[in-house]
């Protein structure tokens, strides 16, 4: 037997045929989005203002017509072998649909709309509509707002709707439903319209169950006091349960058996604790690609400083799931490659026969700790832990005329460690424990230097992922508990999921110049992100103001 678990990414989704037996991955694909992430313009070539980022729904189905069949041919496996089918999303990435399903931006006359396409998680123009949510919360003392580290996140599903609303309320009147790109796609699976607990309750406000009361949403604008049951309608699915059966069309598209059991969807972050097993109390794991996502599980319910959010069940049930995060760090080392790197670089790269990224890596670990004389602030997407602020910018500190590209690559490497650190002392301050650190990704994957040295900033032995494709193979789990394979997802995962035997382990001089070189973090860290000084929110507003007079 057989499930197949699908990973929708960023820039590419992937599928996984695994073997449910030993979580043995049979067959991969993988699949590009053609419009990729749209911030700078529609496919019309309509420009989009500062800090947005869509994406296209048609690049979802374009993947799923591709990815499956793929691996059912590569494998050879027979479409009645294969017993379960789970997802898992980036998130939050909401769409406005119509009832049917059909994507406004499907509609001829809604093409041309921004507002009309996926709102993709990396969207920052909806922070004052987070502003707005926050300051109205923080007001009425809604309980709630505890359980997201004290900020609701412009990245999030109702600061996402709530721009809608505002800023072009046509969209806003025409769509039936707002809907999680998660929840869509398994729609178009299995017919079942239904909110997967997991985006319900880190992105949509879902805790104990319940959505805020219909007061505050009335107070947040008078159109939004019965958004839920006019505009976020669909029943609950708990994790490692089936919200439909694949409807006859679809499998005929995709070469599966009619009825194959979709599982309830899952953040492609939280889902990757069962593909690394991490699904134990205390064991934390890094999702390490263009963020970083950190998932831990406690049998406490604690408040924790710039937590993004703590929902029970919300990864593992009958515990607590805890979930944290950097908003860029494989992107911040992607801009400094694309954008900052001299040619000379990469020629020799080229002559070397490497990438730029292995080549500057290589140069950089030749390198004593504290040697290139820098620091870095790691916001150049915002910070999501724990200040949860996505107007804060990234800073370099230290350069001069001597400064060369392999020692900023090397600092922006070590200031999203030194980032991951403040996380992980946050987590512990509010009393959740941090036994085990372990990373998964294409970053730690394919990065020994990273590896040392997120090991030597936090002090901790760093363990790894086992699966190169360790989120399709996390969802590839959850299906099999769907399907009815395992009763649990702790059996599951101790069947079907992955660590490598290495160990990374910190390296006690480095350690030393580390513990130096954090304590200048944090009083940068405090004096730029906790409002001692202001200057890159002034800077930003400023870069606004100028372009809206262009």
């Known amino acids: 037997m057989y ?15 695994v073997d449910v037996r030993d979580g043995r991955e049979i067959a991969t694909a993988v699949f590009e989005y053609p419009h990729g992430v749209m911030d700078t313009a529609l496919p019309s070539g309509k420009p989009l203002p500062h800090d947005w980022a869509l994406q296209h729904p048609q690049d979802y189905l374009d993947a799923l017509y591709h990815c499956v069949p793929a691996v059912l041919r590569e494998s050879g496996v027979a479409a009645q072998d294969v017993v379960g089918i789970g997802i898992d999303f980036t998130a939050s990435s909401p769409l406005p649909a119509k009832a049917d399903g059909t994507p406004l931006c499907f509609l001829p006359e809604y093409a041309d709309h921004p507002h009309a396409y996926v709102k993709l998680w990396k969207h920052h123009a909806s922070q004052p509509q987070a502003d707005q949510i926050n300051d109205l919360a923080r007001q009425r003392g809604e309980p709630w707002l505890a359980r997201y580290g004290g900020k609701y996140s412009a990245e999030w599903f109702f600061s996402k709707l709530l721009q809608i609303l505002q800023e072009a309320p046509e969209i806003y009147r025409a769509m039936d439903t707002f809907v999680e790109a998660a929840d869509w796609i398994v729609w178009q699976l299995t017919g079942v319209m239904a909110r997967n607990t997991c985006t319900a309750g880190y992105k949509m406000l879902v805790q104990d169950g319940q959505y805020p009361s219909r007061e505050f949403f ?11 049951a006019t505009k976020v309608q669909g029943d609950f699915v708990s994790l490692g349960k089936t919200v439909g059966r694949l409807t006859a069309p679809m499998a005929a598209r995709l070469g599966l058996a009619e009825g194959t059991p979709v599982a309830a969807p899952i953040i492609d972050a939280h889902v990757t604790a069962a593909a690394v097993r991490a699904t134990q109390a205390g064991v934390m794991t890094m999702i390490m690609g263009t963020s970083t996502c950190h998932i831990i599980s406690s049998d406490k319910l604690l408040e924790i400083e710039g937590v993004a959010g703590v929902v029970y069940g919300g990864v593992v049930d009958g515990l607590y799931g805890y979930e944290a995060g950097q908003a860029g760090v494989g992107d911040l080392f992607a801009w400094f490659v694309d954008h900052a790197v001299p040619p000379e670089y990469h020629e020799a790269a080229a002559q070397r026969g490497v990438s730029l990224h292995a080549y500057l890596e290589a140069e950089a670990v030749r390198q004593k700790v504290g040697e290139h004389g820098l620091l870095a602030l790691d916001w150049w997407n915002g910070n999501r832990s724990t200040l949860m602020d996505a107007e804060l910018s990234g800073l370099l500190i230290g350069m001069t005329l001597a400064t060369r590209a392999p020692d900023i690559y090397r600092a922006l490497i070590e200031a999203t460690a030194y980032g991951t650190r403040m996380i992980i002392e946050a987590f512990e301050a509010g009393g959740i424990h941090v036994q085990t650190l372990v990373a998964a990704g294409g970053l730690p994957e394919r990065n020994a230097l990273l590896r040392q040295i997120y090991a030597d900033v936090t002090g901790r032995t760093l363990e790894l992922g086992g699966s190169a494709h360790a989120s399709a193979l996390g969802s590839a789990i959850y299906a099999a508990v769907a399907a009815g394979v395992y009763p649990d997802l702790d059996t599951a995962a101790a069947h079907m999921g992955k660590r490598k035997a290495e160990i990374v382990y910190p390296i006690a001089e480095n350690q030393r110049v580390y513990n130096q070189l954090y304590q200048e973090y944090k009083t940068l860290y405090d004096t730029f992100g906790r409002g001692a000084n202001d200057v890159m929110k002034r800077l930003r ?3 606004n103001q100028v372009r809206s007079e262009v």
Do not use: W
């Open 541 to 543: 507003k400023l870069r």
């Open 3 to 17: 499930t197949i678990g699908l990973d929708f990414g960023t820039l590419s989704a992937r599928a996984v045929l």
């Open 218 to 228: 009335a107070a947040l604008h008078p159109e939004l006091a019965d958004v839920i």
